[in-house]
């Protein structure tokens, strides 16, 4: 999947965040895939569902339906954002 990604101006301390636009929204066959990269926690009764996907060293988050997520990297070595990018690419 086609997707273009900006880094967020507001990172705090080594913190990095990175907000991509995808080419279509996401869906319930994006979290599965996306459910790779840590403990996926689906929020179906907000108003717009949401979702958070963690693990030790990233948190993924986004609203089912939207074409944008964002992914923190907590540690400035982690491999989450190529990791996230490679899934993305698997993506039709």
Do not use: H, W
Not at 12 to 33: D, F, H, S, W
Not at 58 to 64: I, Q, W, Y
């Amino acid at each position: 999947m086609e997707y273009d990604v900006q880094r967020k101006e507001d990172c705090v301390g080594v913190y990095r965040i990175y907000r991509y636009t995808l080419a279509r929204n996401t869906c319930q066959e994006m979290l599965k895939a996306f459910s790779k990269l840590g403990k996926l926690k689906v929020y179906d009764d907000f108003p717009k569902p949401c979702f958070i996907i963690a693990s030790v060293d990233t948190t993924l988050k986004g609203v089912l339906g939207s074409n944008f997520i964002e992914i923190t990297l907590y540690d400035p070595i982690t491999r989450g954002k190529e990791n996230l990018e490679q899934l993305l690419k698997q993506i039709e």
